[in-house]
């Protein structure tokens, strides 16, 4: 990674778009290859007038001038599939700058920074059943860059259990959440690390867990809507990724959002409740009683922290 960058001296597209093309502004290390920096001019005459667009959007917000020393394949993001198949450049482009107007205007600076750092930040933690220590945190690091701008992870004892990625576009002059990914601990991690965290948290999975501080970030920001790609709306569906990530997917995308109660809203999209219900005690065997209010008084647990955002 290169030292802070001196963007703001480039106030318009051109100067920053040359100034990537003959190496004055580097995000990262790709960008000091010439035969990247070349793909990159070729990919941007592919898409002109978006590709002018999206500069010009780089180098006019804050929010994106600082997000592209994160995010080193910033300024070529348009040019592949995005959150979500369907997207046009234009689209893409216009996707990126409503995810970065919407960090500019909230007013809860510590949130706004979290979506702004590539260090990790500490949104909630919470103790389990044997005393395993979790923390749920937000980064914006480049991973998963094809998913989201942002990655929310569930971390427990260094293990990283389970992560999403979002970004937050603009529909009807709302701001609306949605997944671009989704997925549970690496390949790595013992199968058995994942069932002893799901013990520890009275039965309920990383990822529901993940959701749950996903749902309460939305309300705490003003988000109207949650939504999330679909299997085949994931951006790895695309030909371009087809073969080489055909291994990728070993959950269903769409199982999941179905067991939130969610409703699919196209092929590409689910849309999700922004509170997720919870059975009644009545609803529940007398048998299970006291593993459900200990799950629910752990989901409080989270809640109450998540109170100092609003």
């Known amino acids: 990674m290169s030292e802070t960058l001196v963007i703001p001296r480039h106030t318009d597209g051109l100067s920053l778009f040359l100034a990537l093309l ?10 000091e290859k010439p035969s990247w920096r070349a793909k990159f001019l070729a990919r941007s005459l592919a898409w ?7 500069m010009q959007q780089i180098a006019s917000r804050p929010t994106m001038r600082q997000a592209l020393d994160l995010q080193p394949m910033l300024p070529g993001k348009i040019h592949r599939p995005y959150l979500y198949l369907g997207l046009s450049a234009a689209q893409r482009g216009a996707v990126l700058s409503q995810h970065y107007d919407f960090l500019q205007q909230l007013t809860h600076p510590g949130l706004r920074n979290a979506m702004l750092s590539a260090q990790p930040t500490e949104l909630a933690s919470f103790t389990g059943k044997e005393g395993e220590q979790f923390q749920i945190t937000l980064t914006c690091n480049g991973r998963c860059e094809r998913e989201g701008e942002v990655n929310m992870l569930l971390h427990s004892d260094g293990t990283v259990l389970a992560i999403l990625t979002f970004a937050v576009t603009d529909h009807q002059g709302l701001p609306v959440l949605v997944i671009g990914g989704i997925q549970g601990a690496s390949s790595s991690t013992p199968h058995e690390r994942i069932r ?10 990383p990822k529901r867990v993940l959701m749950e ?6 309300r705490a920001t003003g ?11 994931h951006t790895y569906r695309s030909l371009r990724y087809r073969f080489k990530k055909k ?29 997720f219900s919870q059975k009644s005690m009545d609803e529940i065997p007398s048998k299970k009683r ?8 752990l989901l409080e647990t989270i809640r109450q922290q998540f109170a100092r955002f609003h």
């Open 48 to 54: 002109p007038l978006a590709s002018a667009q999206h």
């Open 247 to 275: 291994d990728v997917f070993l959950a269903s995308y769409d199982e999941f959002w179905q067991s939130l109660n969610a409703e699919q809203i196209s092929p590409a999209l689910w849309q999700l409740p922004l509170v």
């Open 223 to 233: 988000i109207s809507a949650i939504r999330a790609v679909s299997d085949q709306g």
């Open 290 to 297: 006291a593993e459900y209010r200990r799950r629910y008084e």
């Open 22 to 31: 003959n190496g004055g502004v580097i995000p990262g290390a790709i960008w």
């Open 213 to 218: 501080g996903l749902s309460l970030l939305a």
């Open 196 to 205: 002893a965290a799901t013990k520890s948290c009275y039965g309920l999975f």
